[in-house]
């Protein structure tokens, strides 16, 4: 519904505390989701996706990605919703012809091989060829009605350059790193333009209704400390300094998580994120000793641990929750995401040893 200035009305947040937590503001509980809530493990999740036929025709269509972006909200009491879509829809978008191979994972017909291709590469529309996304964005933040905020979400342009470059996933990434060090001007030109893609990309999710947005640096942590820095963090950066940070009277935080990134924490903060994510490989009482108050931190349970007997997962929750401490300044959230068979009631047991054990550091 619109007003008469053509200005979508939309219903008061009743659950704010993930948002009220990464801008470091008091809490009656720590706030939790899950990295792929919405997927694999869920059986409703499975029959939706049939109904789409495959992966990249659930993430077009936006009623099925804003049924799948809630199926876990129905089951658990998460704290927000994260929209349904991958990290690779900007490569996609771009016209490198995305598909996906059964048991390979994504892979690219056109890949990145010179800077010829870099100088084909122009900044997607975010209401053109990324509508869908936007209209999935629009569709979930209705159908949410106020329950939790939502969150946004893009591949960082390293991470995305990976894929674009190696063809697909990789292991080693060799393709990537001889370019990097064979012909580093080509490999900037491309994470230049990739940086302004996820700029506009992440602003449009947030016009369309993202109370939150999140950067997702998978690989960032399979470079060295000083090319990291300089391939992926510095690119990052220049992210941050170019996102809407207020919409709707809110101010709109925004969340850092680089996969292997922990000797990197003190670099990530400074970026001037609300938040930095953790993976399960450092000690969340370390990572606050190290960044203090400048940022909240996210995380950090290893996935793996909801294979766990119940009473073994809650003693994880509870041993994290100490390591953190009192005061606000934490999502709960696993280290990544979610493996996709987990037994779906271990996931409700971690959602909810969270929230009740978390209330006495909230006095």
Not at 25 to 47: C, F, H, I, N, S
Not at 215 to 220: A, E, H, K, L, V
Not at 250 to 259: A, M, N, Q, S, Y
Not at 290 to 310: F, I, T
Request: aromatic share 8%; with cysteine; charged share 25%.
């Amino acid at each position: 519904m619109a007003d008469s200035s053509g200005t979508v009305e939309r219903p008061a947040l009743k659950n704010d505390r993930y948002l009220r937590a990464l801008l470091k503001q008091p809490v009656d509980m720590t706030p939790v989701w899950m990295m792929r809530q919405a997927g694999r493990y869920l059986p409703e999740y499975k029959a939706t996706r049939a109904e789409a036929g495959d992966f990249m025709s659930l993430c077009k269509n936006a009623e099925l990605a804003c049924e799948v972006t809630l199926q876990p909200l129905r089951r658990f009491p998460l704290d927000a919703a994260i929209l349904f879509s991958d990290i690779l829809t900007i490569p996609d978008a771009m016209g490198l012809g995305l598909y996906f191979e059964t048991g390979e994972g994504p892979r690219f017909k056109n890949p990145i091989e010179s800077k010829a291709d870099v100088d084909k590469l122009g900044v997607p529309d975010p209401e053109g060829e990324l509508q869908y996304v936007m209209n999935a964005v629009r569709t979930i933040r209705r159908e949410l009605k106020g329950d939790v905020p939502l969150i946004g979400f893009s591949g960082s342009p390293w991470t995305l350059a990976t894929y674009m470059v190696e063809g697909g996933s990789s292991k080693a990434f060799t393709k990537i790193k001889k370019m990097a060090f064979s012909d580093p001007q080509t490999l900037h030109a491309l994470l230049s333009v990739l940086a302004d893609s996820v700029t506009s990309y992440l602003n449009a999710q947030i016009a369309a209704g993202a109370q939150s947005v999140m950067i997702f640096d998978t690989w960032g942590g399979v470079l060295s400390p000083r090319d990291y820095k300089e391939f992926s963090l510095q690119y990052m950066h220049k992210i941050v300094d170019g996102l809407t940070r207020e919409s709707e009277g809110r101010k709109i935080p925004v969340t850092l998580f680089t996969k292997n990134g922990g000797m990197w924490l003190e670099a990530i903060a400074a970026t001037g994120c609300d938040a930095v994510g953790l993976d399960w490989t450092i000690d969340i009482a370390d990572a606050k000793a190290r960044v203090g108050d400048k940022v909240a931190l996210q995380g950090n349970m290893d996935p793996s641990m909801l294979y766990a007997q119940p009473a073994r997962i809650e003693q994880e929750v509870a041993d994290i929750l100490a390591g953190f401490g009192e005061g606000t300044g934490h999502v709960f959230n696993l280290g990544h995401g979610i493996h996709l068979d987990v037994p779906p009631e271990h996931a409700g047991v971690f959602v909810e040893a969270v929230h009740r054990l978390s209330k006495p550091y909230h006095k």
